[in-house]
Every structure is written in structure tokens, then in C-alpha cells.
């Protein structure tokens, strides 16, 4: 159960959360035990009033949106996936970049093909943009992978693929070509509607510690 009195974040391990504990440091919270390390998913932190879940990263607007956690972080692209609701979207925390972009093999047609399989996560997003974006309409398969989307096009599962792209290694590694940038995305910190209300001195608190931390990261 969400601690009536502190404050819950929902956190996602990985990538992102090499990021954030930096910024989270500034801001006062460290975790007291490594989560990469221990199998635990609830995790105390240096500030007695503030807890940690670890969480997928598609999971963590779930967890806001329920008010499990009254806090969040996570990609602009899972929250979009998930859709937002019941989520105030305060705050930009510049880390996690990454695009979202359409991949695939070089030279491939895709633009001009009348048929399309997409193999990707990002179901609604791939959608999206390939009904209103691409230029000629195409008659779509969408193909939904959890993972190792790279190899989508070279076993023939998919045409192209919608997948996040950072430094491009996974998809040079592959021998595959960044052929379109749908979208730009960042880490946001997400907060459940009615904890906004519930809790707003510590919300608004947290939310301005971890402003300035960014702030100073950018210096
Ligand atoms: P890269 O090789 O640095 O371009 O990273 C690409 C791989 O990492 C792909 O498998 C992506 O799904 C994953 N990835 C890249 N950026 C992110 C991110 N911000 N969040 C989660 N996964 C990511």
C-alpha cells in the first residue's frame, strides 16, 4: 500500500535509472541498497519519507496512474504509449534522450511500399504515425515484439521496425539503417492527480528539488 504520509516513486532499472540517481543525489534521495544488485522491488532511500519502486519502465505510469506510487519517472514514448491518464506531467528531466525512430535494412523501399510490416513495441504510436504521417497510406501489419526488435527484418518477421534509438550501436551492430525520426523523447516525472492534491507540499517540494537538480546538470 502508498504510504499516506511520504511519498512513493515508481522507477524504472536500467538505463534510465543510471541517469536519474545522479539527479535523485542532488535531490537529496539515494537509494539504500543497489537495484541492481538486490532482488528486491521496494526499496528505502536516505530520506525516511520517500520510497523507491522498482518497476518495468511500461509499468511505471500504471503504478502513478493507480496512485501505488504517487510519483514517477519515465520516457516521454512509454508515457505516450500508455496515454496519460489520471498523470500530471510536471516536469522535463532532460535525461533518458532517445528518438523514436523507423528502422530497417539500407536501401529499403518502405516509403513507397503499398504493404508494410512493422514489428515494435510501440503499437500505438507506430500506428499513429503511419496513418498520419506517412505520406502514402499503406495497408499495415503491426507486429507486437517485447524485445530484440533488431532482428525483425533480418529473419523477414517484419519489413521495418519502430523501435527507441540512442547512440544507433544496436542497429550499425545489426546491419541495419535509422531510415526515419518519428520523435524526439526525454524522461518526464509523472504524478498521480489526486497525490497532486493529497500531498502538494511534499509534491510541490520534491518537484522543485529535482527542477533545480536539472537545472544544474544543464550548467
Ligand atoms: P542504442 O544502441 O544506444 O541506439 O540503443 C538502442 C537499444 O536500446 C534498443 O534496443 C532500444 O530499444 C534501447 N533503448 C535506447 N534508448 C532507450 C531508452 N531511453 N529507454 C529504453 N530503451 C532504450
Same mark, same amino acid.
Given at each position: 500500500?502508498?504510504?499516506? $504520509?511520504? /511519498?512513493?516513486?515508481? #522507477?524504472?532499472?536500467? !538505463? /534510465?535509472?543510471? $541517469?536519474?540517481?545522479?539527479?535523485?543525489?542532488?535531490?537529496?534521495?539515494?537509494?539504500?541498497?543497489?537495484?541492481?544488485?538486490?532482488?528486491? #522491488? @521496494?526499496?528505502?532511500?536516505?530520506?525516511?519519507?520517500?520510497?523507491?519502486? &522498482?518497476? !518495468?519502465?511500461?509499468? &511505471?505510469?500504471?503504478?502513478?496512474?493507480?496512485?501505488?506510487?504517487?510519483?514517477?519517472?519515465?520516457?516521454?514514448?512509454?508515457?505516450?504509449?500508455?496515454?496519460?491518464?489520471?498523470?500530471? @506531467?510536471?516536469?522535463?528531466?532532460?535525461?533518458?534522450?532517445?528518438?523514436?525512430?523507423?528502422?530497417?535494412?539500407?536501401?529499403?523501399?518502405?516509403?513507397?511500399?503499398? +504493404?508494410?510490416?512493422?514489428?515494435?513495441?510501440?503499437? $500505438? +504510436?507506430?500506428?499513429?504515425?503511419?496513418?498520419? +504521417?506517412? @505520406?502514402?497510406?499503406? +495497408?499495415?501489419? /503491426?507486429?507486437?515484439?517485447?524485445?530484440?526488435?533488431? /532482428?525483425?527484418?533480418? &529473419?523477414?518477421?517484419?519489413?521495418?521496425?519502430?523501435? #527507441?534509438?540512442?547512440?544507433?550501436?544496436?542497429?550499425?551492430?545489426?546491419?541495419?539503417?535509422?531510415?526515419?525520426?518519428?520523435?524526439?523523447?526525454?524522461?518526464?516525472?509523472? &504524478?498521480?492527480?489526486?497525490?497532486?492534491?493529497?500531498?502538494?507540499?511534499?509534491?510541490?517540494?520534491?518537484?522543485?528539488?529535482?527542477?533545480?537538480?536539472? @537545472?544544474?546538470?544543464?550548467?
Amino acid at each position: 500500500m502508498n504510504d499516506k $504520509q511520504g /511519498l512513493t516513486l515508481a #522507477l524504472a532499472k536500467g !538505463r /534510465l535509472f543510471k $541517469q536519474m540517481a545522479p539527479l535523485l543525489k542532488v535531490a537529496g534521495i539515494e537509494l539504500l541498497e543497489d537495484p541492481d544488485v538486490s532482488r528486491k #522491488l @521496494e526499496f528505502p532511500t536516505t530520506r525516511p519519507d520517500v520510497k523507491v519502486l &522498482v518497476v !518495468r519502465s511500461s509499468d &511505471v505510469p500504471t503504478y502513478v496512474e493507480y496512485g501505488a506510487a504517487d510519483l514517477g519517472v519515465v520516457g516521454k514514448d512509454v508515457l505516450d504509449e500508455h496515454g496519460g491518464r489520471g498523470l500530471y @506531467e510536471p516536469l522535463d528531466l532532460g535525461v533518458g534522450a532517445c528518438r523514436l525512430s523507423v528502422a530497417g535494412r539500407p536501401g529499403s523501399d518502405w516509403e513507397n511500399a503499398r +504493404q508494410l510490416r512493422v514489428a515494435t513495441k510501440y503499437t $500505438q +504510436q507506430a500506428r499513429a504515425y503511419f496513418s498520419e +504521417q506517412h @505520406e502514402t497510406p499503406v +495497408q499495415l501489419e /503491426l507486429i507486437k515484439l517485447y524485445g530484440s526488435m533488431e /532482428l525483425a527484418p533480418l &529473419v523477414g518477421l517484419a519489413d521495418v521496425i519502430v523501435d #527507441l534509438v540512442d547512440t544507433g550501436n544496436t542497429l550499425r551492430a545489426n546491419g541495419l539503417d535509422e531510415l526515419k525520426v518519428i520523435r524526439h523523447s526525454t524522461a518526464r516525472l509523472i &504524478v498521480n492527480k489526486a497525490a497532486a492534491k493529497l500531498k502538494h507540499r511534499k509534491i510541490s517540494d520534491f518537484t522543485a528539488n529535482l527542477a533545480r537538480a536539472v @537545472e544544474a546538470e544543464k550548467l
